[in-house]
């Protein structure tokens, strides 16, 4: 969800721009339907999310949320992590964050025959409202987490009210992302699309091999993200605090 951070972590080439940005609609072992170097930057997202998981930083970040919306804590620090980036934008980057914003809605409009119908309209709201650089503004990452909560399966549910964690902890989000961004920047600056599609390969026969009882179960235990095929399954991810699978599994793909 935080649309912002992936962009620019998957530098500058353009292929791994739009896999960076449309890394959380996309399910399943890679290259799927994707075209090569698009699917390399889905794999990339996936190597940041899994990179942010296990770093200190991000995780006393998840930590500081309170008890009650624990549950959605990584999701919420993803945004949080996309205000701080917007706020901090001329230590990150070298170009204005209008234009590497406006670059970045024509990628996704020049790709959209790779989204679904859902998800073109939502990069069409995307462009429209400047997604990327509203996210300045705490308020609007709090409409985004409470319109989120919306589009989850359960309801009521805990999400909304979310910036009222950012803002009663504002300045230790802002040292952990500190922390946390330039380590991103130098894990991200080492990803290798050749080395990542070997892998993706050698994956996939492995889980393949492993999972020749079991079908489904076997890849889905292997691969770097949950396939959710149902309901039931879209609810379990939702109780792990998946919410990239829950919504967009489900609701947007």
């Given at each position: 969800?935080?649309?912002?951070?992936?962009?620019?972590?998957?530098?500058?080439?353009?292929?791994?721009?739009?896999?960076?940005?449309?890394?959380?609609?996309?399910?399943?072992?890679?290259?799927?339907?994707?075209?090569?170097?698009?699917?390399?930057?889905?794999?990339?997202?996936?190597?940041?999310?899994?990179?942010?998981?296990?770093?200190?930083?991000?995780?006393?970040?998840?930590?500081?949320?309170?008890?009650?919306?624990?549950?959605?804590?990584?999701?919420?620090?993803?945004?949080?992590?996309?205000?701080?980036?917007?706020?901090?934008?001329?230590?990150?980057?070298?170009?204005?964050?209008?234009?590497?914003?406006?670059?970045?809605?024509?990628?996704?409009?020049?790709?959209?025959?790779?989204?679904?119908?859902?998800?073109?309209?939502?990069?069409?709201?995307?462009?429209?409202?400047?997604?990327?650089?509203?996210?300045?503004?705490?308020?609007?990452?709090?409409?985004?987490?409470?319109?989120?909560?919306?589009?989850?399966?359960?309801?009521?549910?805990?999400?909304?009210?979310?910036?009222?964690?950012?803002?009663?902890?504002?300045?230790?989000?802002?040292?952990?992302?500190?922390?946390?961004?330039?380590?991103?920047?130098?894990?991200?600056?080492?990803?290798?699309?050749?080395?990542?599609?070997?892998?993706?390969?050698?994956?996939?026969t492995d889980a393949l091999s492993a999972s020749a009882s079991s079908s489904l179960s076997g890849i889905e235990a292997r691969c770097p993200v949950?396939?959710?095929?149902?309901?039931?399954?879209?609810?379990?991810?939702?109780?792990?605090?998946?919410?990239?699978?829950?919504?967009?599994?489900?609701?947007?793909?």
């Amino acid at each position: 969800m935080n649309f912002l951070a992936h962009a620019l972590l998957s530098g500058p080439d353009p292929a791994l721009r739009v896999g960076g940005l449309i890394g959380d609609f996309v399910k399943g072992p890679l290259p799927g339907a994707l075209p090569a170097n698009i699917a390399a930057g889905v794999a990339l997202h996936r190597r940041i999310d899994g990179y942010a998981d296990t770093h200190p930083a991000f995780r006393r970040s998840c930590a500081r949320v309170g008890p009650a919306r624990r549950r959605f804590a990584g999701v919420m620090v993803d945004m949080f992590y996309d205000h701080f980036l917007a706020r901090h934008w001329a230590s990150f980057s070298d170009e204005a964050l209008d234009t590497f914003a406006a670059a970045s809605y024509r990628l996704l409009s020049d790709h959209g025959h790779l989204l679904s119908e859902s998800n073109r309209a939502m990069v069409a709201a995307m462009r429209r409202h400047d997604w990327l650089v509203s996210y300045r503004s705490a308020a609007t990452i709090g409409y985004a987490l409470d319109r989120m909560s919306l589009r989850l399966r359960r309801q009521p549910n805990a999400l909304p009210g979310a910036l009222a964690e950012l803002r009663g902890s504002y300045p230790q989000f802002e040292a952990d992302f500190l922390e946390f961004f330039p380590e991103a920047q130098v894990f991200s600056a080492t990803f290798s699309p050749a080395r990542e599609a070997a892998a993706t390969v050698s994956d996939l026969t492995d889980a393949l091999s492993a999972s020749a009882s079991s079908s489904l179960s076997g890849i889905e235990a292997r691969c770097p993200v949950i396939l959710c095929i149902d309901k039931n399954a879209a609810d379990k991810a939702e109780d792990a605090g998946r919410l990239d699978v829950a919504v967009t599994s489900c609701d947007w793909v």
